[in-house]
């Protein structure tokens, strides 16, 4: 779960980004960004149009996926294809491409910060005629709990 200093940080940077963009945070945006925020390991849009529905009744699938389209535009959240999950973007900037760990076990998200790793990546795709389909890199990778948790069961007393 998000803080509230953190939630409302979130929201902060995200109004202030489109202002710099020309673009418009509309309430509904906000909100799904916001939803976005408390869910550390992503939401299927489904699941976040159940929670919209708390407080607008009459949400539609349309009003969520809308939401998600514009954020996603922005720079504000991510679609992790392979959970079909979003994401709330944690970042003022973002280099390009993404990297995000995908925990097979727990099916936990996680980014991966680390600039040098990304533009090797970005590098080695351009030296092999290669391009990203995507600006999100999943790659499929224990999450330290889980390691933990089967060392624990493996190992010997």
Same mark, same amino acid.
């Given at each position: ?86 994401? !709330? ?5 973002? %280099? ?6 995908? =925990? &097979? *076990? @727990?099916? $936990?998200?996680? #980014?991966l910060r680390d600039p040098d790793v990304s533009a090797r990546l970005f590098a080695s795709l351009q030296? !092999? ?5 995507? %600006? ?6 224990? =999450? &330290? *709990? @889980?390691? $933990?948790?089967? #060392?624990?069961v493996s190992s010997p007393e």
């Amino acid at each position: 779960m998000i803080e509230p200093d953190a939630e409302a940080e979130l929201l902060e940077r995200a109004e202030t980004r489109c202002r710099q963009q020309g673009a418009s945070l509309t309430a509904i945006r906000r909100e799904v960004l916001a939803l976005l925020g408390r869910q550390p390991n992503g939401i299927k849009a489904y699941d976040l149009l159940e929670q919209m529905r708390q407080t607008r009744p009459n949400a539609a699938p349309p009003t969520v996926y809308r939401a998600l389209d514009f954020l996603i535009a922005q720079g504000l959240a991510h679609r992790i294809g392979r959970l079909n999950l979003f994401v !709330a973007c944690r970042h003022s900037s973002h %280099p390009s491409p993404a990297l995000f760990l995908l =925990c &097979p *076990r @727990c099916n $936990g998200v996680s #980014e991966l910060r680390d600039p040098d790793v990304s533009a090797r990546l970005f590098a080695s795709l351009q030296a !092999a005629g290669h391009r990203l389909d995507s %600006p999100e890199v999943e790659i499929s990778a224990v =999450c &330290p *709990r @889980c390691a $933990g948790q089967q #060392e624990t069961v493996s190992s010997p007393e």
